[in-house]
């Protein structure tokens, strides 16, 4: 069960936990999802959000961590087809 | 869009493909278990871009084929009664049950709605007092928070007006039962990410050393099923079998401990039926006693019946990675996704739809205009 | 809001309406749908063939080849970001004249109005119809009026037609796509059916995205001056640019290859597009084409529409190739190709 996107946390609102809701941006569109299973998350966290509710908070660090290991490959020949 | 757009870059997937060509030594046959992991292969050619030796086998990822059809027709049937509002997410639309599809129940005049969210079906009760509104609940773990959450949020309402239709699976039980068929032939799998968001991966370390098979918990885009192959494909030719986790940035090993935390007080482990599988014990979500009150099969009274799925629909042995698409003699013919015949047909994640979208097969029929 | 030829007047014509919703009465045939015609649609579309009131119109067109369309909107909800279905209504029988290479002249209207609706509300439509028409440079010069029952909820349905005049000797059609044919396509994609989407299913996006719903005669009427040979156009519609490609290549019988990366698709759109799972390539354009035009010629043609506010956003996206059998294949942003299939059915939005 899959389709989950990453968006920026623009504000938050909400006091009890389990309503804690955030306007979300995704890529342009502002759109609302639910806090309450993140948290720790803040303004400025990017977050995973499925069906309306953020399940995670993006981990920036490990985010990278492919795209130093594809710098660190060696080029090789051209993949033929 | 950031987190996103970047793991499809091209030359990326070419340097992760180039290193997967340069370690694979032997045949391999990986299973990737979430349907969206299935549809971004076949979309983005994926598997393309492998050394032949590696085989993709699609799993039975995709809680919109694996409902059964008996589910299905109670949904259809609890749709069709006066002063019902039904809601679902979009992708139950269209699949069809013994005779109609809730699309057309919808055509009939009946009140049938598409949320995006759990939540906004808990709103369409408050703002409907006067009506019953019905949830159907589909999904792996990855959704069962946000149901959870919507039936928690209606018991603190006091709603007498919302109920859920629940039909939550479980993927490890079905890893299990896979690999624990006599006839499986596949020696890794690629774990279903968001699902492991939820829920975590502690789960796939007992499986992964009683099967002796690498699992990797794998992303979606196309650099994270490339990066997700390479690991488990460097750990077979190492003779490794462990759970690592690609997935890193959405991913934690403990999961979500409060999604987790509610759906436990929420929901229970319960047999399920899997459309093209049979029943696997402990294998899905059901109501627990405290929150009984919301499940719409008690309240509507739906009798359970024995449904007979097409004698031509071999999706069972797809699901299982035992035949391919294109081996079906409907496939293409009497089964297509117009006029489905079976599980993996009926949602565009499955692995039928996907290989019928985007793959020429010789068995593709003429365009109908 | 789409900015309007200065020349047209937004100062409202029409009369008050003593009924303040569409009555049975109204579709009857007698004085109530006497006094809807003049009062309203009358007064709106004012033109001499209209005003003449007869069973039918009559005019005169140049001895050339015409070229003829007919259409229906019952879209939902009728007002939209960007549009509505009385303007849609206009610019696309005025599209699908133009897919000839023809200069679309007069346009028909019935509507088919449920008992209940506001006349507020049909009062906008027409209104929005009557500036669309001015803007286009055409006339709506016939019409029907039927009332019927309501179901659910009061709704508006419009069937048009339209005439236009080929002023060319261009035969323009899918019998004339070739091999080596360049495929441009007019601006970005999946605006209408997204600013739909999200109207509709209440699936309220903070930021609003405008339905794309605009006339596109005037490029097309431009590259045809400036004497370039267009062998298809086509415009987007229902099921995208997917449909479209793969209907072009069915009818002429051959193998489009076209490249993801190529087709513009704004950031808006794609964010909404990957939050409710569907594919920009299937989603609906009102304002979109495109065009197959000789390898020789694609450059130039290419310059003409980019010069046009409406086709700004023109580029090449592939190419019609030598081999068969005839489908739409897409390299994918990832280098692999695959095939770009007609998307079955509406699009709904999934979360698995």
Known sequence: ?81 | MKFLDEYRDARAAQKLAREIHRITTRSWKIMEVCGGQTHAIVKFGIDELLPSQIELIHGPGCPVCVTPLEIIDKALKIAALPNVIFTSFGDMLRVPGSSADLLSIKAQGHDVRIVYSPLDAVKIALQNPSKQVVFFGVGFETTAPATALAIFRASQLGLTNFSMLISHVLVPPAIETLMSSPDCRVQAFLAAGHVCTVMGFEEYFPLAARFHVPIVVTGFEPLDILHGILMTVTQLESGRAEVENQYARAVRRQGNRPAQELIHKVFKVVPRKWRGLGEIAQSGLGLSDAYAHFDAEIRFGVATHVVREPKECIAGTILQGLKRPAECPAFGKLCTPEHPLGATMVSSEGACAAYYRYRPFAAKPEVVA | MKTLDPKVNLACPLPRSQYPAILMAHGGGGRLTHRLIEDLFGKAFCNPILDTRHDSAQFTVPSRRLAMTTDSYVVQPLFFPGGDIGSMAVYGTVNDIAMSGARPLYLSCGFIIQEGTLMETLKQVVLSMRNAAAACGVQIITGDTKVVETREKPELFINTSGIGVIESDLAIGPANVRPGDIVLLSGDVGRHGMAIMAAREGLQFDSMIESDSNAVHEPILKLIAAGLEIHCLRDLTRGGLAAALNEISESANVRISIEEKLIPVREDVHAACEMLGMDPLHVANEGRFIAFIPRQEAAKALHLLQQHPVSAGSTVIGEVSETLPPMVTLKSAIGTNRILDMPSGEQLPRIC
Do not use: W
Not at chain 1, 1 to 24: N, Q, T, Y
Not at chain 1, 35 to 53: E, N
């Open chain 1, 1 to 81: 069960m899959c389709l989950a996107i990453p968006g920026k946390i623009v504000s938050i609102s909400g006091v009890d936990e389990l309503m804690r809701v955030g306007r979300v941006n995704f890529g342009g569109i502002v759109k609302e999802a639910s806090l309450a299973f993140v948290p720790h998350a803040r303004v400025s966290d990017y977050v995973i959000v499925h069906a309306g509710f953020a399940l995670n908070t993006v981990d920036e660090d490990e985010a990278r961590k492919i795209f130093n290991y594809l710098a660190k490959m060696e080029d090789l020949t051209e993949l033929k087809e």
